[in-house]
């Protein structure tokens, strides 16, 4: 095994990575990413004008020169985070992602009380008796809970934009 090395400038700053010829460019950029702490998908890797193909090992990635010189040169940017803009006022929207988390996680639980009133009304169809009082109670309830949740969801969504 030939040993190599491949030299990540981000933001102005080289950082070299030992490797072998043989080794995969993905788990050279691994080791990169865990010395700058920072995760692969967040950046993007250039090589020669063309990104980086993670798939393929040094010798196969590197031009000619690169090879004989057992060196590469990898320019490294950040992904620019696409940001939601408002369609009056042209600003940029800045999203609170762990709160649309919870909002899903909440959407969830609203199905699943959904899906309780069907059954109750189902139970209901199918039983036409006395039982029809407790039963209206169990949906009275349950749509009860469901106005809750949405309401809780109405104010999260408020707390998403800042």
Known sequence: MSEAKVIF????????????????????C??????????????????GGKQLNFELSFEEQANSLDKENKEMKVLVYKKEKEDFVCPNCGEKIKLKTEKLDELI???????????????????IIKSCSLIVNSQLKNVNFVLNAIKEDIKKNYEKIKLIIY
């Open 30 to 47: 691994q080791r990169y990413e865990a010395k700058v702490q920072k995760k692969m998908n967040s950046l993007i890797f250039l090589y």
């Open 105 to 123: 996680l909440s959407n969830n639980n609203i199905k699943e009380k959904i899906e309780g009133i069907v059954f109750n009304i189902d139970m």
């Open 9 to 28: 400038n981000f933001e102005g700053i080289n950082m070299s990575i030992q490797c072998t010829k043989e080794e995969k460019m993905k788990d050279i």
